[in-house]
């Protein structure tokens, strides 16, 4: 098998007394993406922040984190700050709140590409900007480029971010419930890009939801969490078909099918 792109092994994460996620191990390979789903509370932000080392100072971590072989818990702040952004990148659940409301959304993404790469010209960092914006199809870019993140809808500020996200050229792509604040429809769009961006980049993901139906969509594999602990990982084919935990059964139960009776309320898990 091809060496893993991320790397975690027996994961703790403890809050003072309490412990938010006990022993967790995953992989994913370069170009795979693992969705990563389970109840509110059962530790996947955590898991996701204190991939890019975003815990505050209170959490204790132990375990082994590696990014292409390269653990990421011992790497000094300064270097840890480099992959952030660059290698790793990160979209959330509310665009607005990621966002600068007093700044150009141009502005922003070419920030987010000096904050790397100091010294580009003006001429191509504005191409740049462009590109990316073209790339996470955002309408008309010439004209908006100069615009104010209230000036687009959320589906668009999303794009907007991910644009932020992939102008360095990450490895890994961590979104954490990117779709949630969004309705349906524009949810399945963005969904639809992150499958074309995951292709074009050829990035590795870990994609983040409490909604099995959809990390299903997108992911090559799923682990289960609940109470801070996988407590089962398959390729997504298969936790559909054949899901051996009770509580991958209880959300398989209570996900909306194509088969599902809309006529009866859903299971609760
Ligand atoms: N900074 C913190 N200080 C103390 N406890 C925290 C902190 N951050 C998270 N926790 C606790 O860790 C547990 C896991 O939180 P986490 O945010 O990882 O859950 P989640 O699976 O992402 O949930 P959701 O689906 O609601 O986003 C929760 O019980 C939460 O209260
Ligand atoms: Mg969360």
């Known amino acids: 098998m091809e060496s893993p792109l991320l790397n975690i092994e027996d994961l703790s994460i403890s809050f003072g007394t309490r412990e938010v996620v006990h022993r967790l191990s995953l992989t994913i390979a370069p170009g795979e993406t693992l969705g990563l789903v389970g109840e509110s509370g059962s530790g996947k932000s955590a898991t996701s922040l204190a ?4 815990l505050p100072a209170s959490a204790r971590i ?3 984190i590696e990014l292409n072989g390269h653990s990421l818990l011992t ?3 300064e270097s840890m700050r480099k992959h952030r952004g660059s290698s790793i990148s990160m979209i959330f659940q509310e665009p607005m709140t990621a966002l600068n409301p007093v700044m150009k959304v141009g502005a922003q993404i070419a920030e987010a590409y000096t904050a790397h790469h100091p ?11 462009l590109q990316f914006m073209r790339d996470v199809a955002l309408p008309d870019p010439e004209r908006r480029i100069d615009d104010y993140p209230h000036q687009f809808s959320g589906g668009q500020r999303q794009r907007i971010l991910i644009a932020m996200a992939l102008i360095n050229r990450p490895r890994l792509l961590i979104a954490d419930e990117p779709t949630t604040a969004l ?3 524009v949810q399945a769009q963005i969904l639809h890009l992150l499958k074309d961006i995951r292709r074009t980049h050829n990035l590795s993901m870990l994609f983040i939801s409490h909604d099995l139906a959809v990390v299903s969509q997108i ?3 799923v682990a289960v969490m609940q109470h801070g602990k996988i407590v089962e990982q398959n390729t997504t084919q298969a936790l559909f078909t054949n899901p051996q935990h009770p509580y991958t059964r209880s959300l398989l139960a209570s996900a909306p099918t194509m088969h599902t009776d809309p006529t009866r309320p859903l299971a609760c898990p």
């Open 51 to 54: 991939i890019l080392r975003l």
């Open 119 to 129: 010294g580009e010209t003006r001429i191509s960092l504005r191409n740049k900007v």
């Open 75 to 77: 790497l000094p702040e």
């Open 62 to 64: 132990t375990g082994k």
């Open 219 to 221: 992911a090559d594999r």
């Open 183 to 185: 309705d349906v429809t």
